[in-house]
């Protein structure tokens, strides 16, 4: 592994200057990487070094192999309370090989990019299938894909890594001076920010004829602010709704970042002194930068066919879906349709080809609220009886093996005409909900709670005070029956996150979720600041 990582921070050093950072940064860079480090493509000689390897494969017995050379690439840059406490740059190169023998796969890796230690690591995965193809009681049957040549790349349009740390740290500066000069009554302010930028570039080749470069580029903006009030003793927070993209560093450029800082900071105090929530049944209108994660552990997780085979356990369990639902559960009302797609614009997950090399692709999950796709790779697409894979294998890393993951998982925008307000106009009695926050799920993605950012009362069809300690229950098809609206495309935002954890060894994977405000109709809302004053006491009494 070729790996270098700059991380200074302020409580070591003091906060960082700006003034000759990049210099500075660029100096040490050339130290340890002393070819420039160049991102590019693989040369014609990595290249022929993956044919080597994968003809070696087949010497040894393997009825597959795959090999992924790969490059990741990450940047970030820390500020709390207007200094800058810290940059990081950091980049990983290797070679990971996967094999078939015996009806078994064999994984292993190495940072070394040469012919010796490229069969070594053959050699290492040949040993592994065999060992494992003792414990196998079913060969494994990749469903087929088509040699392809190709190469796909994120369409961006500013090169985040072209941007200089210090463009970077003073873009984040420039927006803490704008926070301080909102008025908080004289509490205090506290804000950190982050702004990371990620690339992964991996060449992928496999025994049955392809051939596929890929570039992938993300950005990862953050910003959370917290108000306190040392006469109460209490705090509030409120993290800004920009979430991270499959983009260019446009996406930070274009962000309306300035806005809602000064927001942000209006909410936060607000919060303090806002009313707590009465504990009942409300219908409940989930803005984007909150439904996407419920979609996520609701929808995305429990329609993972891992999962719902038992395969998989790790991060919240399994799945209350059984292989038999499939076409045959009613998952919600007919305003759900939910769309697993990993060709689309600006999200996370986007990309050309999985890690099995299948084209990435655009289908449902749920239509008119029923069941009627799941999510497979290679190896499961015929556990269900399909001809093909729906492409969802991906590793974090060259020295990962790559499994099932999740894609973007989306909500399709309601066909009828419907902006956020005419949704609030048409609420009765209701609480309008924004950001994500906390929330609990069980083992089988059925039962769960969710709380959000910022919460308001809705009266009569109009938005009224916030309200704070919001948090609503549900059990996952009970909740998505009772989506009774679903706001148009105008409407329509990308949620996402940069780390779902899944597996052991754990690996993240970026994904995202788009929707449009929707509403659900009589949902229990419980009061978090009542209900955790109980706890101290013993159960929580949830019937109340």
């Known amino acids: 592994m070729h790996r270098r990582v700059f991380l200074k921070g302020a409580l070591a050093g003091g906060a960082l200057a700006l003034t000759g950072l990049d210099a500075r940064l660029a100096s040490a860079a050339s ?52 200094v800058v406490t810290g940059v990081s740059d950091s980049d990983s190169f290797g070679l990971g090989v996967r094999v078939i023998k015996s009806g078994t796969w064999g994984f292993s890796a190495t940072q070394m990019v040469n012919e010796t230690n490229g069969k070594r690591a053959v050699d290492e995965a040949v040993q592994m299938a065999e060992a494992n193809s003792k414990l196998q009681s079913i060969p494994l049957d990749l469903a087929p894909v088509d040699a392809v040549t190709a190469e796909w790349k994120t369409p961006i349009k500013k090169n985040p890594f072209d941007v200089s740390f210090k463009e970077r740290a003073e873009f984040l500066l420039s927006m803490h001076a704008l926070a301080k000069g909102v ?20 060449y992928f080749a496999s025994t049955d004829g392809s051939k596929i470069w890929q570039e992938v580029t993300r950005v990862d903006p953050s910003t959370h602010i917290t108000i306190a009030d040392r006469a109460k003793g209490e705090f509030a927070s409120r993290a800004l709704f920009v979430l991270p993209q499959g983009r260019g560093y446009e996406y930070v450029e274009a962000y309306p970042y300035k806005e809602e800082i000064a927001q942000a900071v209006a909410e936060a105090t607000q919060k303090l002194s ?26 995305g997780h429990p329609t993972e066919l891992d999962r719902i085979m038992g395969y998989e ?33 600006g999200a996370l997950a986007t990309v050309g080809f999985d890690d099995d090399g299948v ?19 290679r190896e499961q697409a015929k556990m269900i009886g399909e001809a093909r894979s729906r492409g969802q294998s991906y590793a974090q890393g060259w020295w990962s093996v790559p499994f099932q993951r999740m894609p973007n998982v989306s909500l399709k925008p309601g066909k009828t005409k ?42 009569g069809g109009k938005l009224g005070d916030m ?42 994977n970026p994904v995202s979720h788009g929707c449009a405000p929707a509403r659900f109709s009589r949902i229990a809302v419980i009061n978090t600041k009542s209900q955790s004053a109980k706890a101290r006491s013993g159960m929580i009494d949830y019937e109340e």
Not at 359 to 377: A, C, F, K
């Open 31 to 82: 130290l340890l990487r002393p070819d420039g480090g160049a991102l590019t493509k693989p040369s014609a000689d990595q290249q022929a070094l993956a044919d080597t390897l994968l003809a070696y494969a087949k010497s040894q017995g393997a009825t597959y192999a795959d090999v992924r050379i790969s490059r990741y690439a990450s940047q970030s840059v820390g500020v709390r309370d207007s």
């Open 183 to 202: 008025d908080v009554g004289g509490k205090k302010l506290f804000i950190n920010s982050h702004l990371s930028s990620v690339r992964e570039e991996k």
């Open 274 to 299: 806002a009313r707590s929530v009465e504990p009942g049944k409300y219908d409940l209108i989930l803005h984007p930068t909150h439904l996407w994660l419920t979609i996520h552990e609701s929808i």
């Open 313 to 345: 356990a790790n991060f919240a369990g399994t799945s209350f879906v059984k292989k038999d639902d499939l076409n045959s559960l009613t998952y919600g009302s007919d305003n759900v349709n939910i769309v697993a797609d990993r060709t689309q614009d």
């Open 359 to 377: 084209p990435s692709q655009s289908y449902d999950l749920i239509r008119e609220g029923e069941l009627v796709g799941l999510q497979t790779t």
């Open 418 to 459: 419907r902006s956020l307000n005419d949704l609030i106009a048409d609420t009765d009695s209701g609480i309008l909900i924004k950001g994500n926050s906390s929330y609990s799920i069980d083992h089988q993605r059925y039962n769960f709670q969710f709380t959000g950012q910022v919460a308001y009362e809705i009266k």
């Open 467 to 508: 309200l704070r300690d919001v948090a609503y229950q549900a059990n996952t098809r009970d909740f998505w029956k009772r989506c009774d609206s679903v706001c148009d495309q105008s409407e329509y935002m990308l949620g996402g996150a940069m780390n779902d954890g899944k597996g052991e060894p754990m690996q993240s």
